[in-house]
């Protein structure tokens, strides 16, 4: 009997420690979160956006190295996409793609914008490109129309830091839709990033390639830490906007044709009648380049042939038809001569 008694009695107490387990485990342990789709656009019309890139990069907010001269502060052609939520035209904290690699260290966009392509037709996540001409000055403006629709919702878009190793400003898929409308304006603050392909420290350090290459980052007033770099502010705990982007919905016009200007501009504005005139007038300028860099290291193993290269930069951009830039890189087979 009391054997019995013992037995019953355990096993209340066995039973009692299990509902108070899993009454813990119901109350105290919290479910695995379910990851969820990118918000999905169900705007029935197309929108049309007025975009306007402003450039904040003044020598009174930045004035660590400020390039004043070969070349001055200015800013590359705006490149840019309208895509769905699955594409990256460039991503923070990942690898810059050839493309990216190429637009961001010499203004080349040839190879993006045939990335872009491919992913148009390969995952059909790409709906249009769009570009804005270049702006000679760290304040000027430049400005572009684009339309978006719901399936291809998101924006994305790079400008290069000129000069710069690898720097550039930019956005990274930013969507224009919240459910079923269009967002009527937009204002964006633009910080700079490395693409993680050049190793340079200041605005115009020599091309000095990194390996291996390292992910895309964003640059801060403590990163990189070191002295040398041109952002370097240890007592700003932020760096100022770099730049602005707005976003402004529009009514398209279909009876207006807006042709933008192919050369860098200050602002990139629709010309009065006097500035018509005035271009017309304007004298060709030539693209001036700096003399070529020394030969940089052979780089090959000891008893093998390798390759080197030189670099220049450009001094000044043509404008009004003068005679376009030549190459800016130059490479030539060599040997190792530090062999022992």
Known sequence: MDITRNTFSNFGVFQHFALVTLSFL??????????TAAPFC????????????TGKWTQSAFPKQYPVYRPPAQWSDLMGVTHSSDFHMWQRNEFASNGVREFTERGEAWTLMKEVEAAGE?????????????????TGQMHTEIDVFARHSYLSFMVRIVPSPDWFVGVD????????????????????????????FTFSSPNFETIPQEKVTQITSSLPNHP?????????????????????????????????????????????????????????????????????LCKANCGDSGMQHRTRYVLMHHA???TPCPPLEEERKCIPDNCL
């Open 122 to 138: 390969r995952i059909q996540s790409v709906y249009g490109v769009f570009s804005a001409p270049a702006v000679v000055g760290g």
């Open 320 to 322: 009004n038809h003068g």
């Open 228 to 296: 040398a770099n041109s952002f370097y502010y240890p007592r700003l705990k932020h760096l100022p906007p770099m730049a602005k982007v707005t976003l402004t919905k529009t009514t398209k016009k279909t009876n207006q044709i807006i042709s933008l200007p192919l050369e860098p501009t200050q602002s990139n504005q629709l010309p009065t009648g006097n500035e018509i005139e005035d271009k017309l007038t304007d004298t060709p300028l030539d693209c001036e380049v700096s003399v070529w860099s020394p030969w940089g």
């Open 173 to 200: 898929t930013f969507n224009l839709c919240e459910g079923d409308q269009w967002k009527e304006s937009v204002t964006l603050e633009l910080y700079p990033y490395d693409a993680g392909t050049d190793s340079g």
């Open 42 to 53: 169900t705007a029935s019309e197309t929108a049309h956006y007025s975009l306007k890139f």
């Open 26 to 35: 119901v109350h105290c342990v919290k479910p695995m979160p379910v990851p």
